[in-house]
Each structure stands twice: as structure tokens, then as C-alpha cells.
């Protein structure tokens, strides 16, 4: 058959389609669209790129994620743990006399939960020899003393936080740290060791009880001293007996 010739005129218009014999002679381009993306800020004034990119799955592109401000913090400060407030509470504690000039108030008047957990954990430490379990009876010991101590001092009047008695008592566990390691040396002796008990007993309950029991308790004070001297003998118990 004789070759022909026949062109076949599309409706767009933007290509066209001929015989192969004319192909030598023939040649043309394509348009494309002319198509600009507009990241980020600029996406929102060009309307066509931005539903271009919606369509075909890329919106995700014209997202802007918002940077933190807010700069990392230190663990500490997140925990809210001022290692110089906490030492300077522990001398408090175990140098309570008011002759050498420590501010002991700030021990009941800017009360922490980190220092006294810190110092009952070290306490079951001692006194456990290993024997994790008892860990947390020493632990509720402590919560619920501390929180008989404080039903007792609302009862008689006292202005006193459940925090602050829990500061308190958890602190004022230091003088019985301090007399273990001489507990362990003169354990044979029932005499000295009895001595080193009781003075210990009575450094923990007067570091307390002197924080805790102030002037608005007036003729009410021995009601409260001898409940959180009772505690501290308990705990002493706790240590010796386990």
C-alpha cells in the first residue's frame, strides 16, 4: 500500500502526531509548566505550588517544625536538687547547738524531699546488712511517723506542714548514722554500747524535736518530744535488731 501521509490534529494542541516519513524533517519541543516551589515561609503566596505538592503526597514539605525555646536543663535542676542546700542542712542537723551560729530554721522553713530520702536510704543501708527487703518497711516507717507526728502537732496548735515534719525526721536520722560505725566496734560491751545508744537517741530526738516543737506549743511540748523521741528509738531498734 502507498505510504500516506495522515496527521492527526489532537485538541490540546500541545503535540502532534506524524508518518514516519516525515520524520527526518520534523522536529519540536514540549512546554512544560513552569512550576516554582516556595518552601516555608513564601509556600502560602504561591496557591499552585502548594497544591501541586498536596496532591501528589508532599504537603508534608511546606511543614515547618517550631523550635524549643526553652534550653535543656540540668538533671539537678530538673529534680530540683541543690547539693549545697542539702549539706548545709546536714550540718544543721548534727551541729545543733544554736552557739554555733547555723541557721537551723531553714531545715523546717525550706523543706526538700531528696536530702532526707537520701539520708533514710542510707540509714536501711546500715541497718539491713544486705537484706533489700526491709528497705521498705524503714521507708514507711518513716512516711507514717512522720505523718503521726504531724496529726499530733495540728492537734495541739502547732503551724507545721506535713512536709517540713517529714524533713525534719528523715534529717535528724543522721546522728544514728553517725554512732553505727561505733556501735560495730564496741558492740561487746553492753555498757558503752548502751551509752552510745542512748546518746544517739537523744541527739536525733533533740535535732528534731527543736525544729519541730516551738514556742506555740508552750506548756504542750513534752506531748510532742516524747512521740519523736519513741520514733527514734524505734528506728535504733530497727538497727540493732534486724
Known sequence: EKASTMQFSPTNGDFTFVSSTEAEELSGTIDAPDVKLNLGSDAGKDPYATTFLRQRGYGWLLEIEEEESEDTKPLLEELDIDLKDIFYKVRCVLMPMPSLGFNRQVVRDNPDFWGPLAVVLLFSMISI???????????????FGSLTVFILARVLGGEVSYGQVLGVIGYSLLPLIVISPLLLVIGSFDVFATVIKLFGVFWAAYSAASLLVGDEFKTKKPLLIYPIFLLYIYFLSLYTGV
Open 129 to 143: 546488712y544486705g537484706q533489700f527487703r526491709v528497705v521498705s518497711w524503714i521507708i514507711t516507717i518513716w512516711i
